[in-house]
């Protein structure tokens, strides 16, 4: 078989692949736009296929559409266009602390008064009269506590500043299905927040979806996280937040976690995961760890009875106990100063 001929098949084979990548809702639609933009190959394809034609070289010309192919379609594998990069929506969810005071302003009550007939003045008047009388107020207390929930489903999670609200959420994403929605409750000075968007119905190869969730906390709440993820890139400094619980549930994870300078509790439930947990050195802390086939860096933690547990333990200003159940897995742990 001629080397052109067999160029020329498997790049026929390559866009057949694509095509049925589409259809099957693997690979975006968008593939092609990067793909049209490498239309002046074939022109190139043309020019090389001619010059050596008659010297066994004619295969270069296929041999260039079919490299040109695999360049378009691993850009947009990682969500890179040639015309820059994807642009992507962004939406901003928060919510106040306070809600305010309902009041009433002092109302005015306007009078008739009828004048008699003996008296010599100017034609009926209106009086108006203020009163103190003010409808009911309905009162909101601040919050003094919140449970935070994400269910999301790829993407890269990033938490660490803070703001004086009581929470902002900062999503960028590229496809309309990821667009983040909340639902908000509130029962005494409590509230509860769930962050998610609708379910996604494609099936899409997770390295071509570049969703950015940054979420703000306030440093004077008390709160639960809950995460849950199909596959997520965490980076979350916690050191400067009241953070009573944290869950983190997840297929697939990177997770780069400072725990907060507060008693709390990690729980960590996640399959291929390299996880990495810095703790300040004023917390004390004990590790339990229940994984299949993990690599463990635990720094000095004594080992007793199957749990980790640090040595400044008994005598730390804060105390977190961390659960982490995982399959494949690469596990450190370890001490840093906190400025």
């Known amino acids: 078989m001629k080397a052109n001929k067999l160029m020329e098949g498997l790049t026929f084979l390559l866009i057949g692949t694509i095509l049925l990548a589409n259809t099957l809702g693997i690979l975006d639609w968008s593939v092609w736009l990067n793909l049209f933009k490498l239309w002046p190959l074939l022109v190139i394809s043309l020019g090389i296929s001619l010059i050596f034609r008659g010297r066994g070289l004619a295969f270069m010309g296929p041999l260039i559409i079919f490299l040109g192919i695999i360049v378009g379609v691993g850009a947009s594998y990682m969500g890179i266009s040639f015309e820059g990069e994807i642009v992507r929506e962004i939406k901003t969810l928060s919510h106040e602390i306070v809600i305010e005071v309902e009041k009433v302003p002092e109302t005015e009550v306007a009078l008739e008064t009828e004048i008699t007939p003996e008296i010599e003045t100017a034609p009926d008047t209106e009086t108006t009269l203020k009163t103190d009388e003010t409808l009911e107020t309905k009162e909101y207390p601040e919050i003094d506590r919140a449970s935070i929930a994400l269910n999301l489903d790829v993407g890269k999670l990033t938490l660490g500043e803070s703001t004086p609200l009581l929470y902002e959420c900062i999503s960028q994403y590229q496809y309309k299905e990821f667009e983040p929605f909340e639902k908000f409750s509130l029962t005494g000075k409590e509230a509860d927040i769930l962050i998610y968007h609708s379910p996604i119905t494609k099936k899409r190869i997770s390295n071509n979806i570049k969703n950015d969730w940054q979420l703000k906390l306030n440093s004077k709440i008390i709160y639960d996280l809950s995460i849950k993820t199909g596959a997520i890139d965490t980076d979350c400094n916690l050191s400067g937040f009241k ?21 709390s509790k990690i729980i960590i439930d996640s399959g291929v995961a390299n996880i990495d947990i810095a703790i300040p050195k004023n917390v004390g802390a004990t590790v339990n760890i229940a994984s299949g086939i993990a690599v463990k860096d635990l720094d000095d933690f004594i080992k007793r009875n199957g749990t980790y547990i640090s040595p400044n333990y008994n005598e730390s200003e804060f105390k977190t106990e961390i659960e982490i159940d995982c399959g494949v897995s690469n596990i450190e742990v370890n001490y840093i100063d906190i400025p």
Do not use: V, W
């Open 243 to 263: 953070i009573e619980k944290l869950y983190i549930e997840s297929g697939a994870s990177n997770i780069n976690l400072i725990i907060p300078q507060y008693d």
